[in-house]
């Protein structure tokens, strides 16, 4: 059973860090799949975060890029999400994926909690 663990969330004041992390376990190997983050904040629709192709590629959505980074260690099954320099708007639920490249996402991640507030 494959699955995606997300882990990091939490509540941070504004302009604070945060790392999030995604473990993934069972019959799966990240290194064939592109990964990525979208997230859902209260009362919005899931909205796409960022993505990282096999080869080390990355995008992000225009108002996260220079606060958000993407990284991915195959050798850990795991990606990373590095959020700096957050605002109450980057307040959501933060789900990961794996996606073999041009299909949607084949497996989610439970979500993990970011909260941003003073």
């Known amino acids: 059973q494959v699955q995606l663990v997300e882990s990091g969330g939490g509540l941070v004041q504004p302009g604070g860090p945060l790392r999030l992390s995604c473990a993934a376990s069972?019959?799966?190997?990240?290194?064939?799949?592109?990964m990525g983050w979208y997230r859902q904040a209260p009362g919005k629709q899931r909205e796409w975060v960022t993505s990282i192709t096999r080869s080390g590629n990355t995008n992000y959505t225009d108002s996260m890029k220079g606060r958000f980074t993407i990284s991915r260690d195959n050798a850990k099954n795991t990606v990373y999400l590095q959020m700096n320099s957050l605002k109450f708007e980057d307040t959501a639920v933060y789900y990961c994926?794996?996606?073999?490249?041009?299909?949607?996402?084949?497996?989610w991640g439970q979500g993990t909690q970011v909260t941003v507030s003073s």
């Open positions: 069972g019959s799966i190997f990240i290194s064939i799949y592109n």
């Open positions: 994926y794996a996606a073999i490249p041009g299909r949607d996402p084949d497996y």
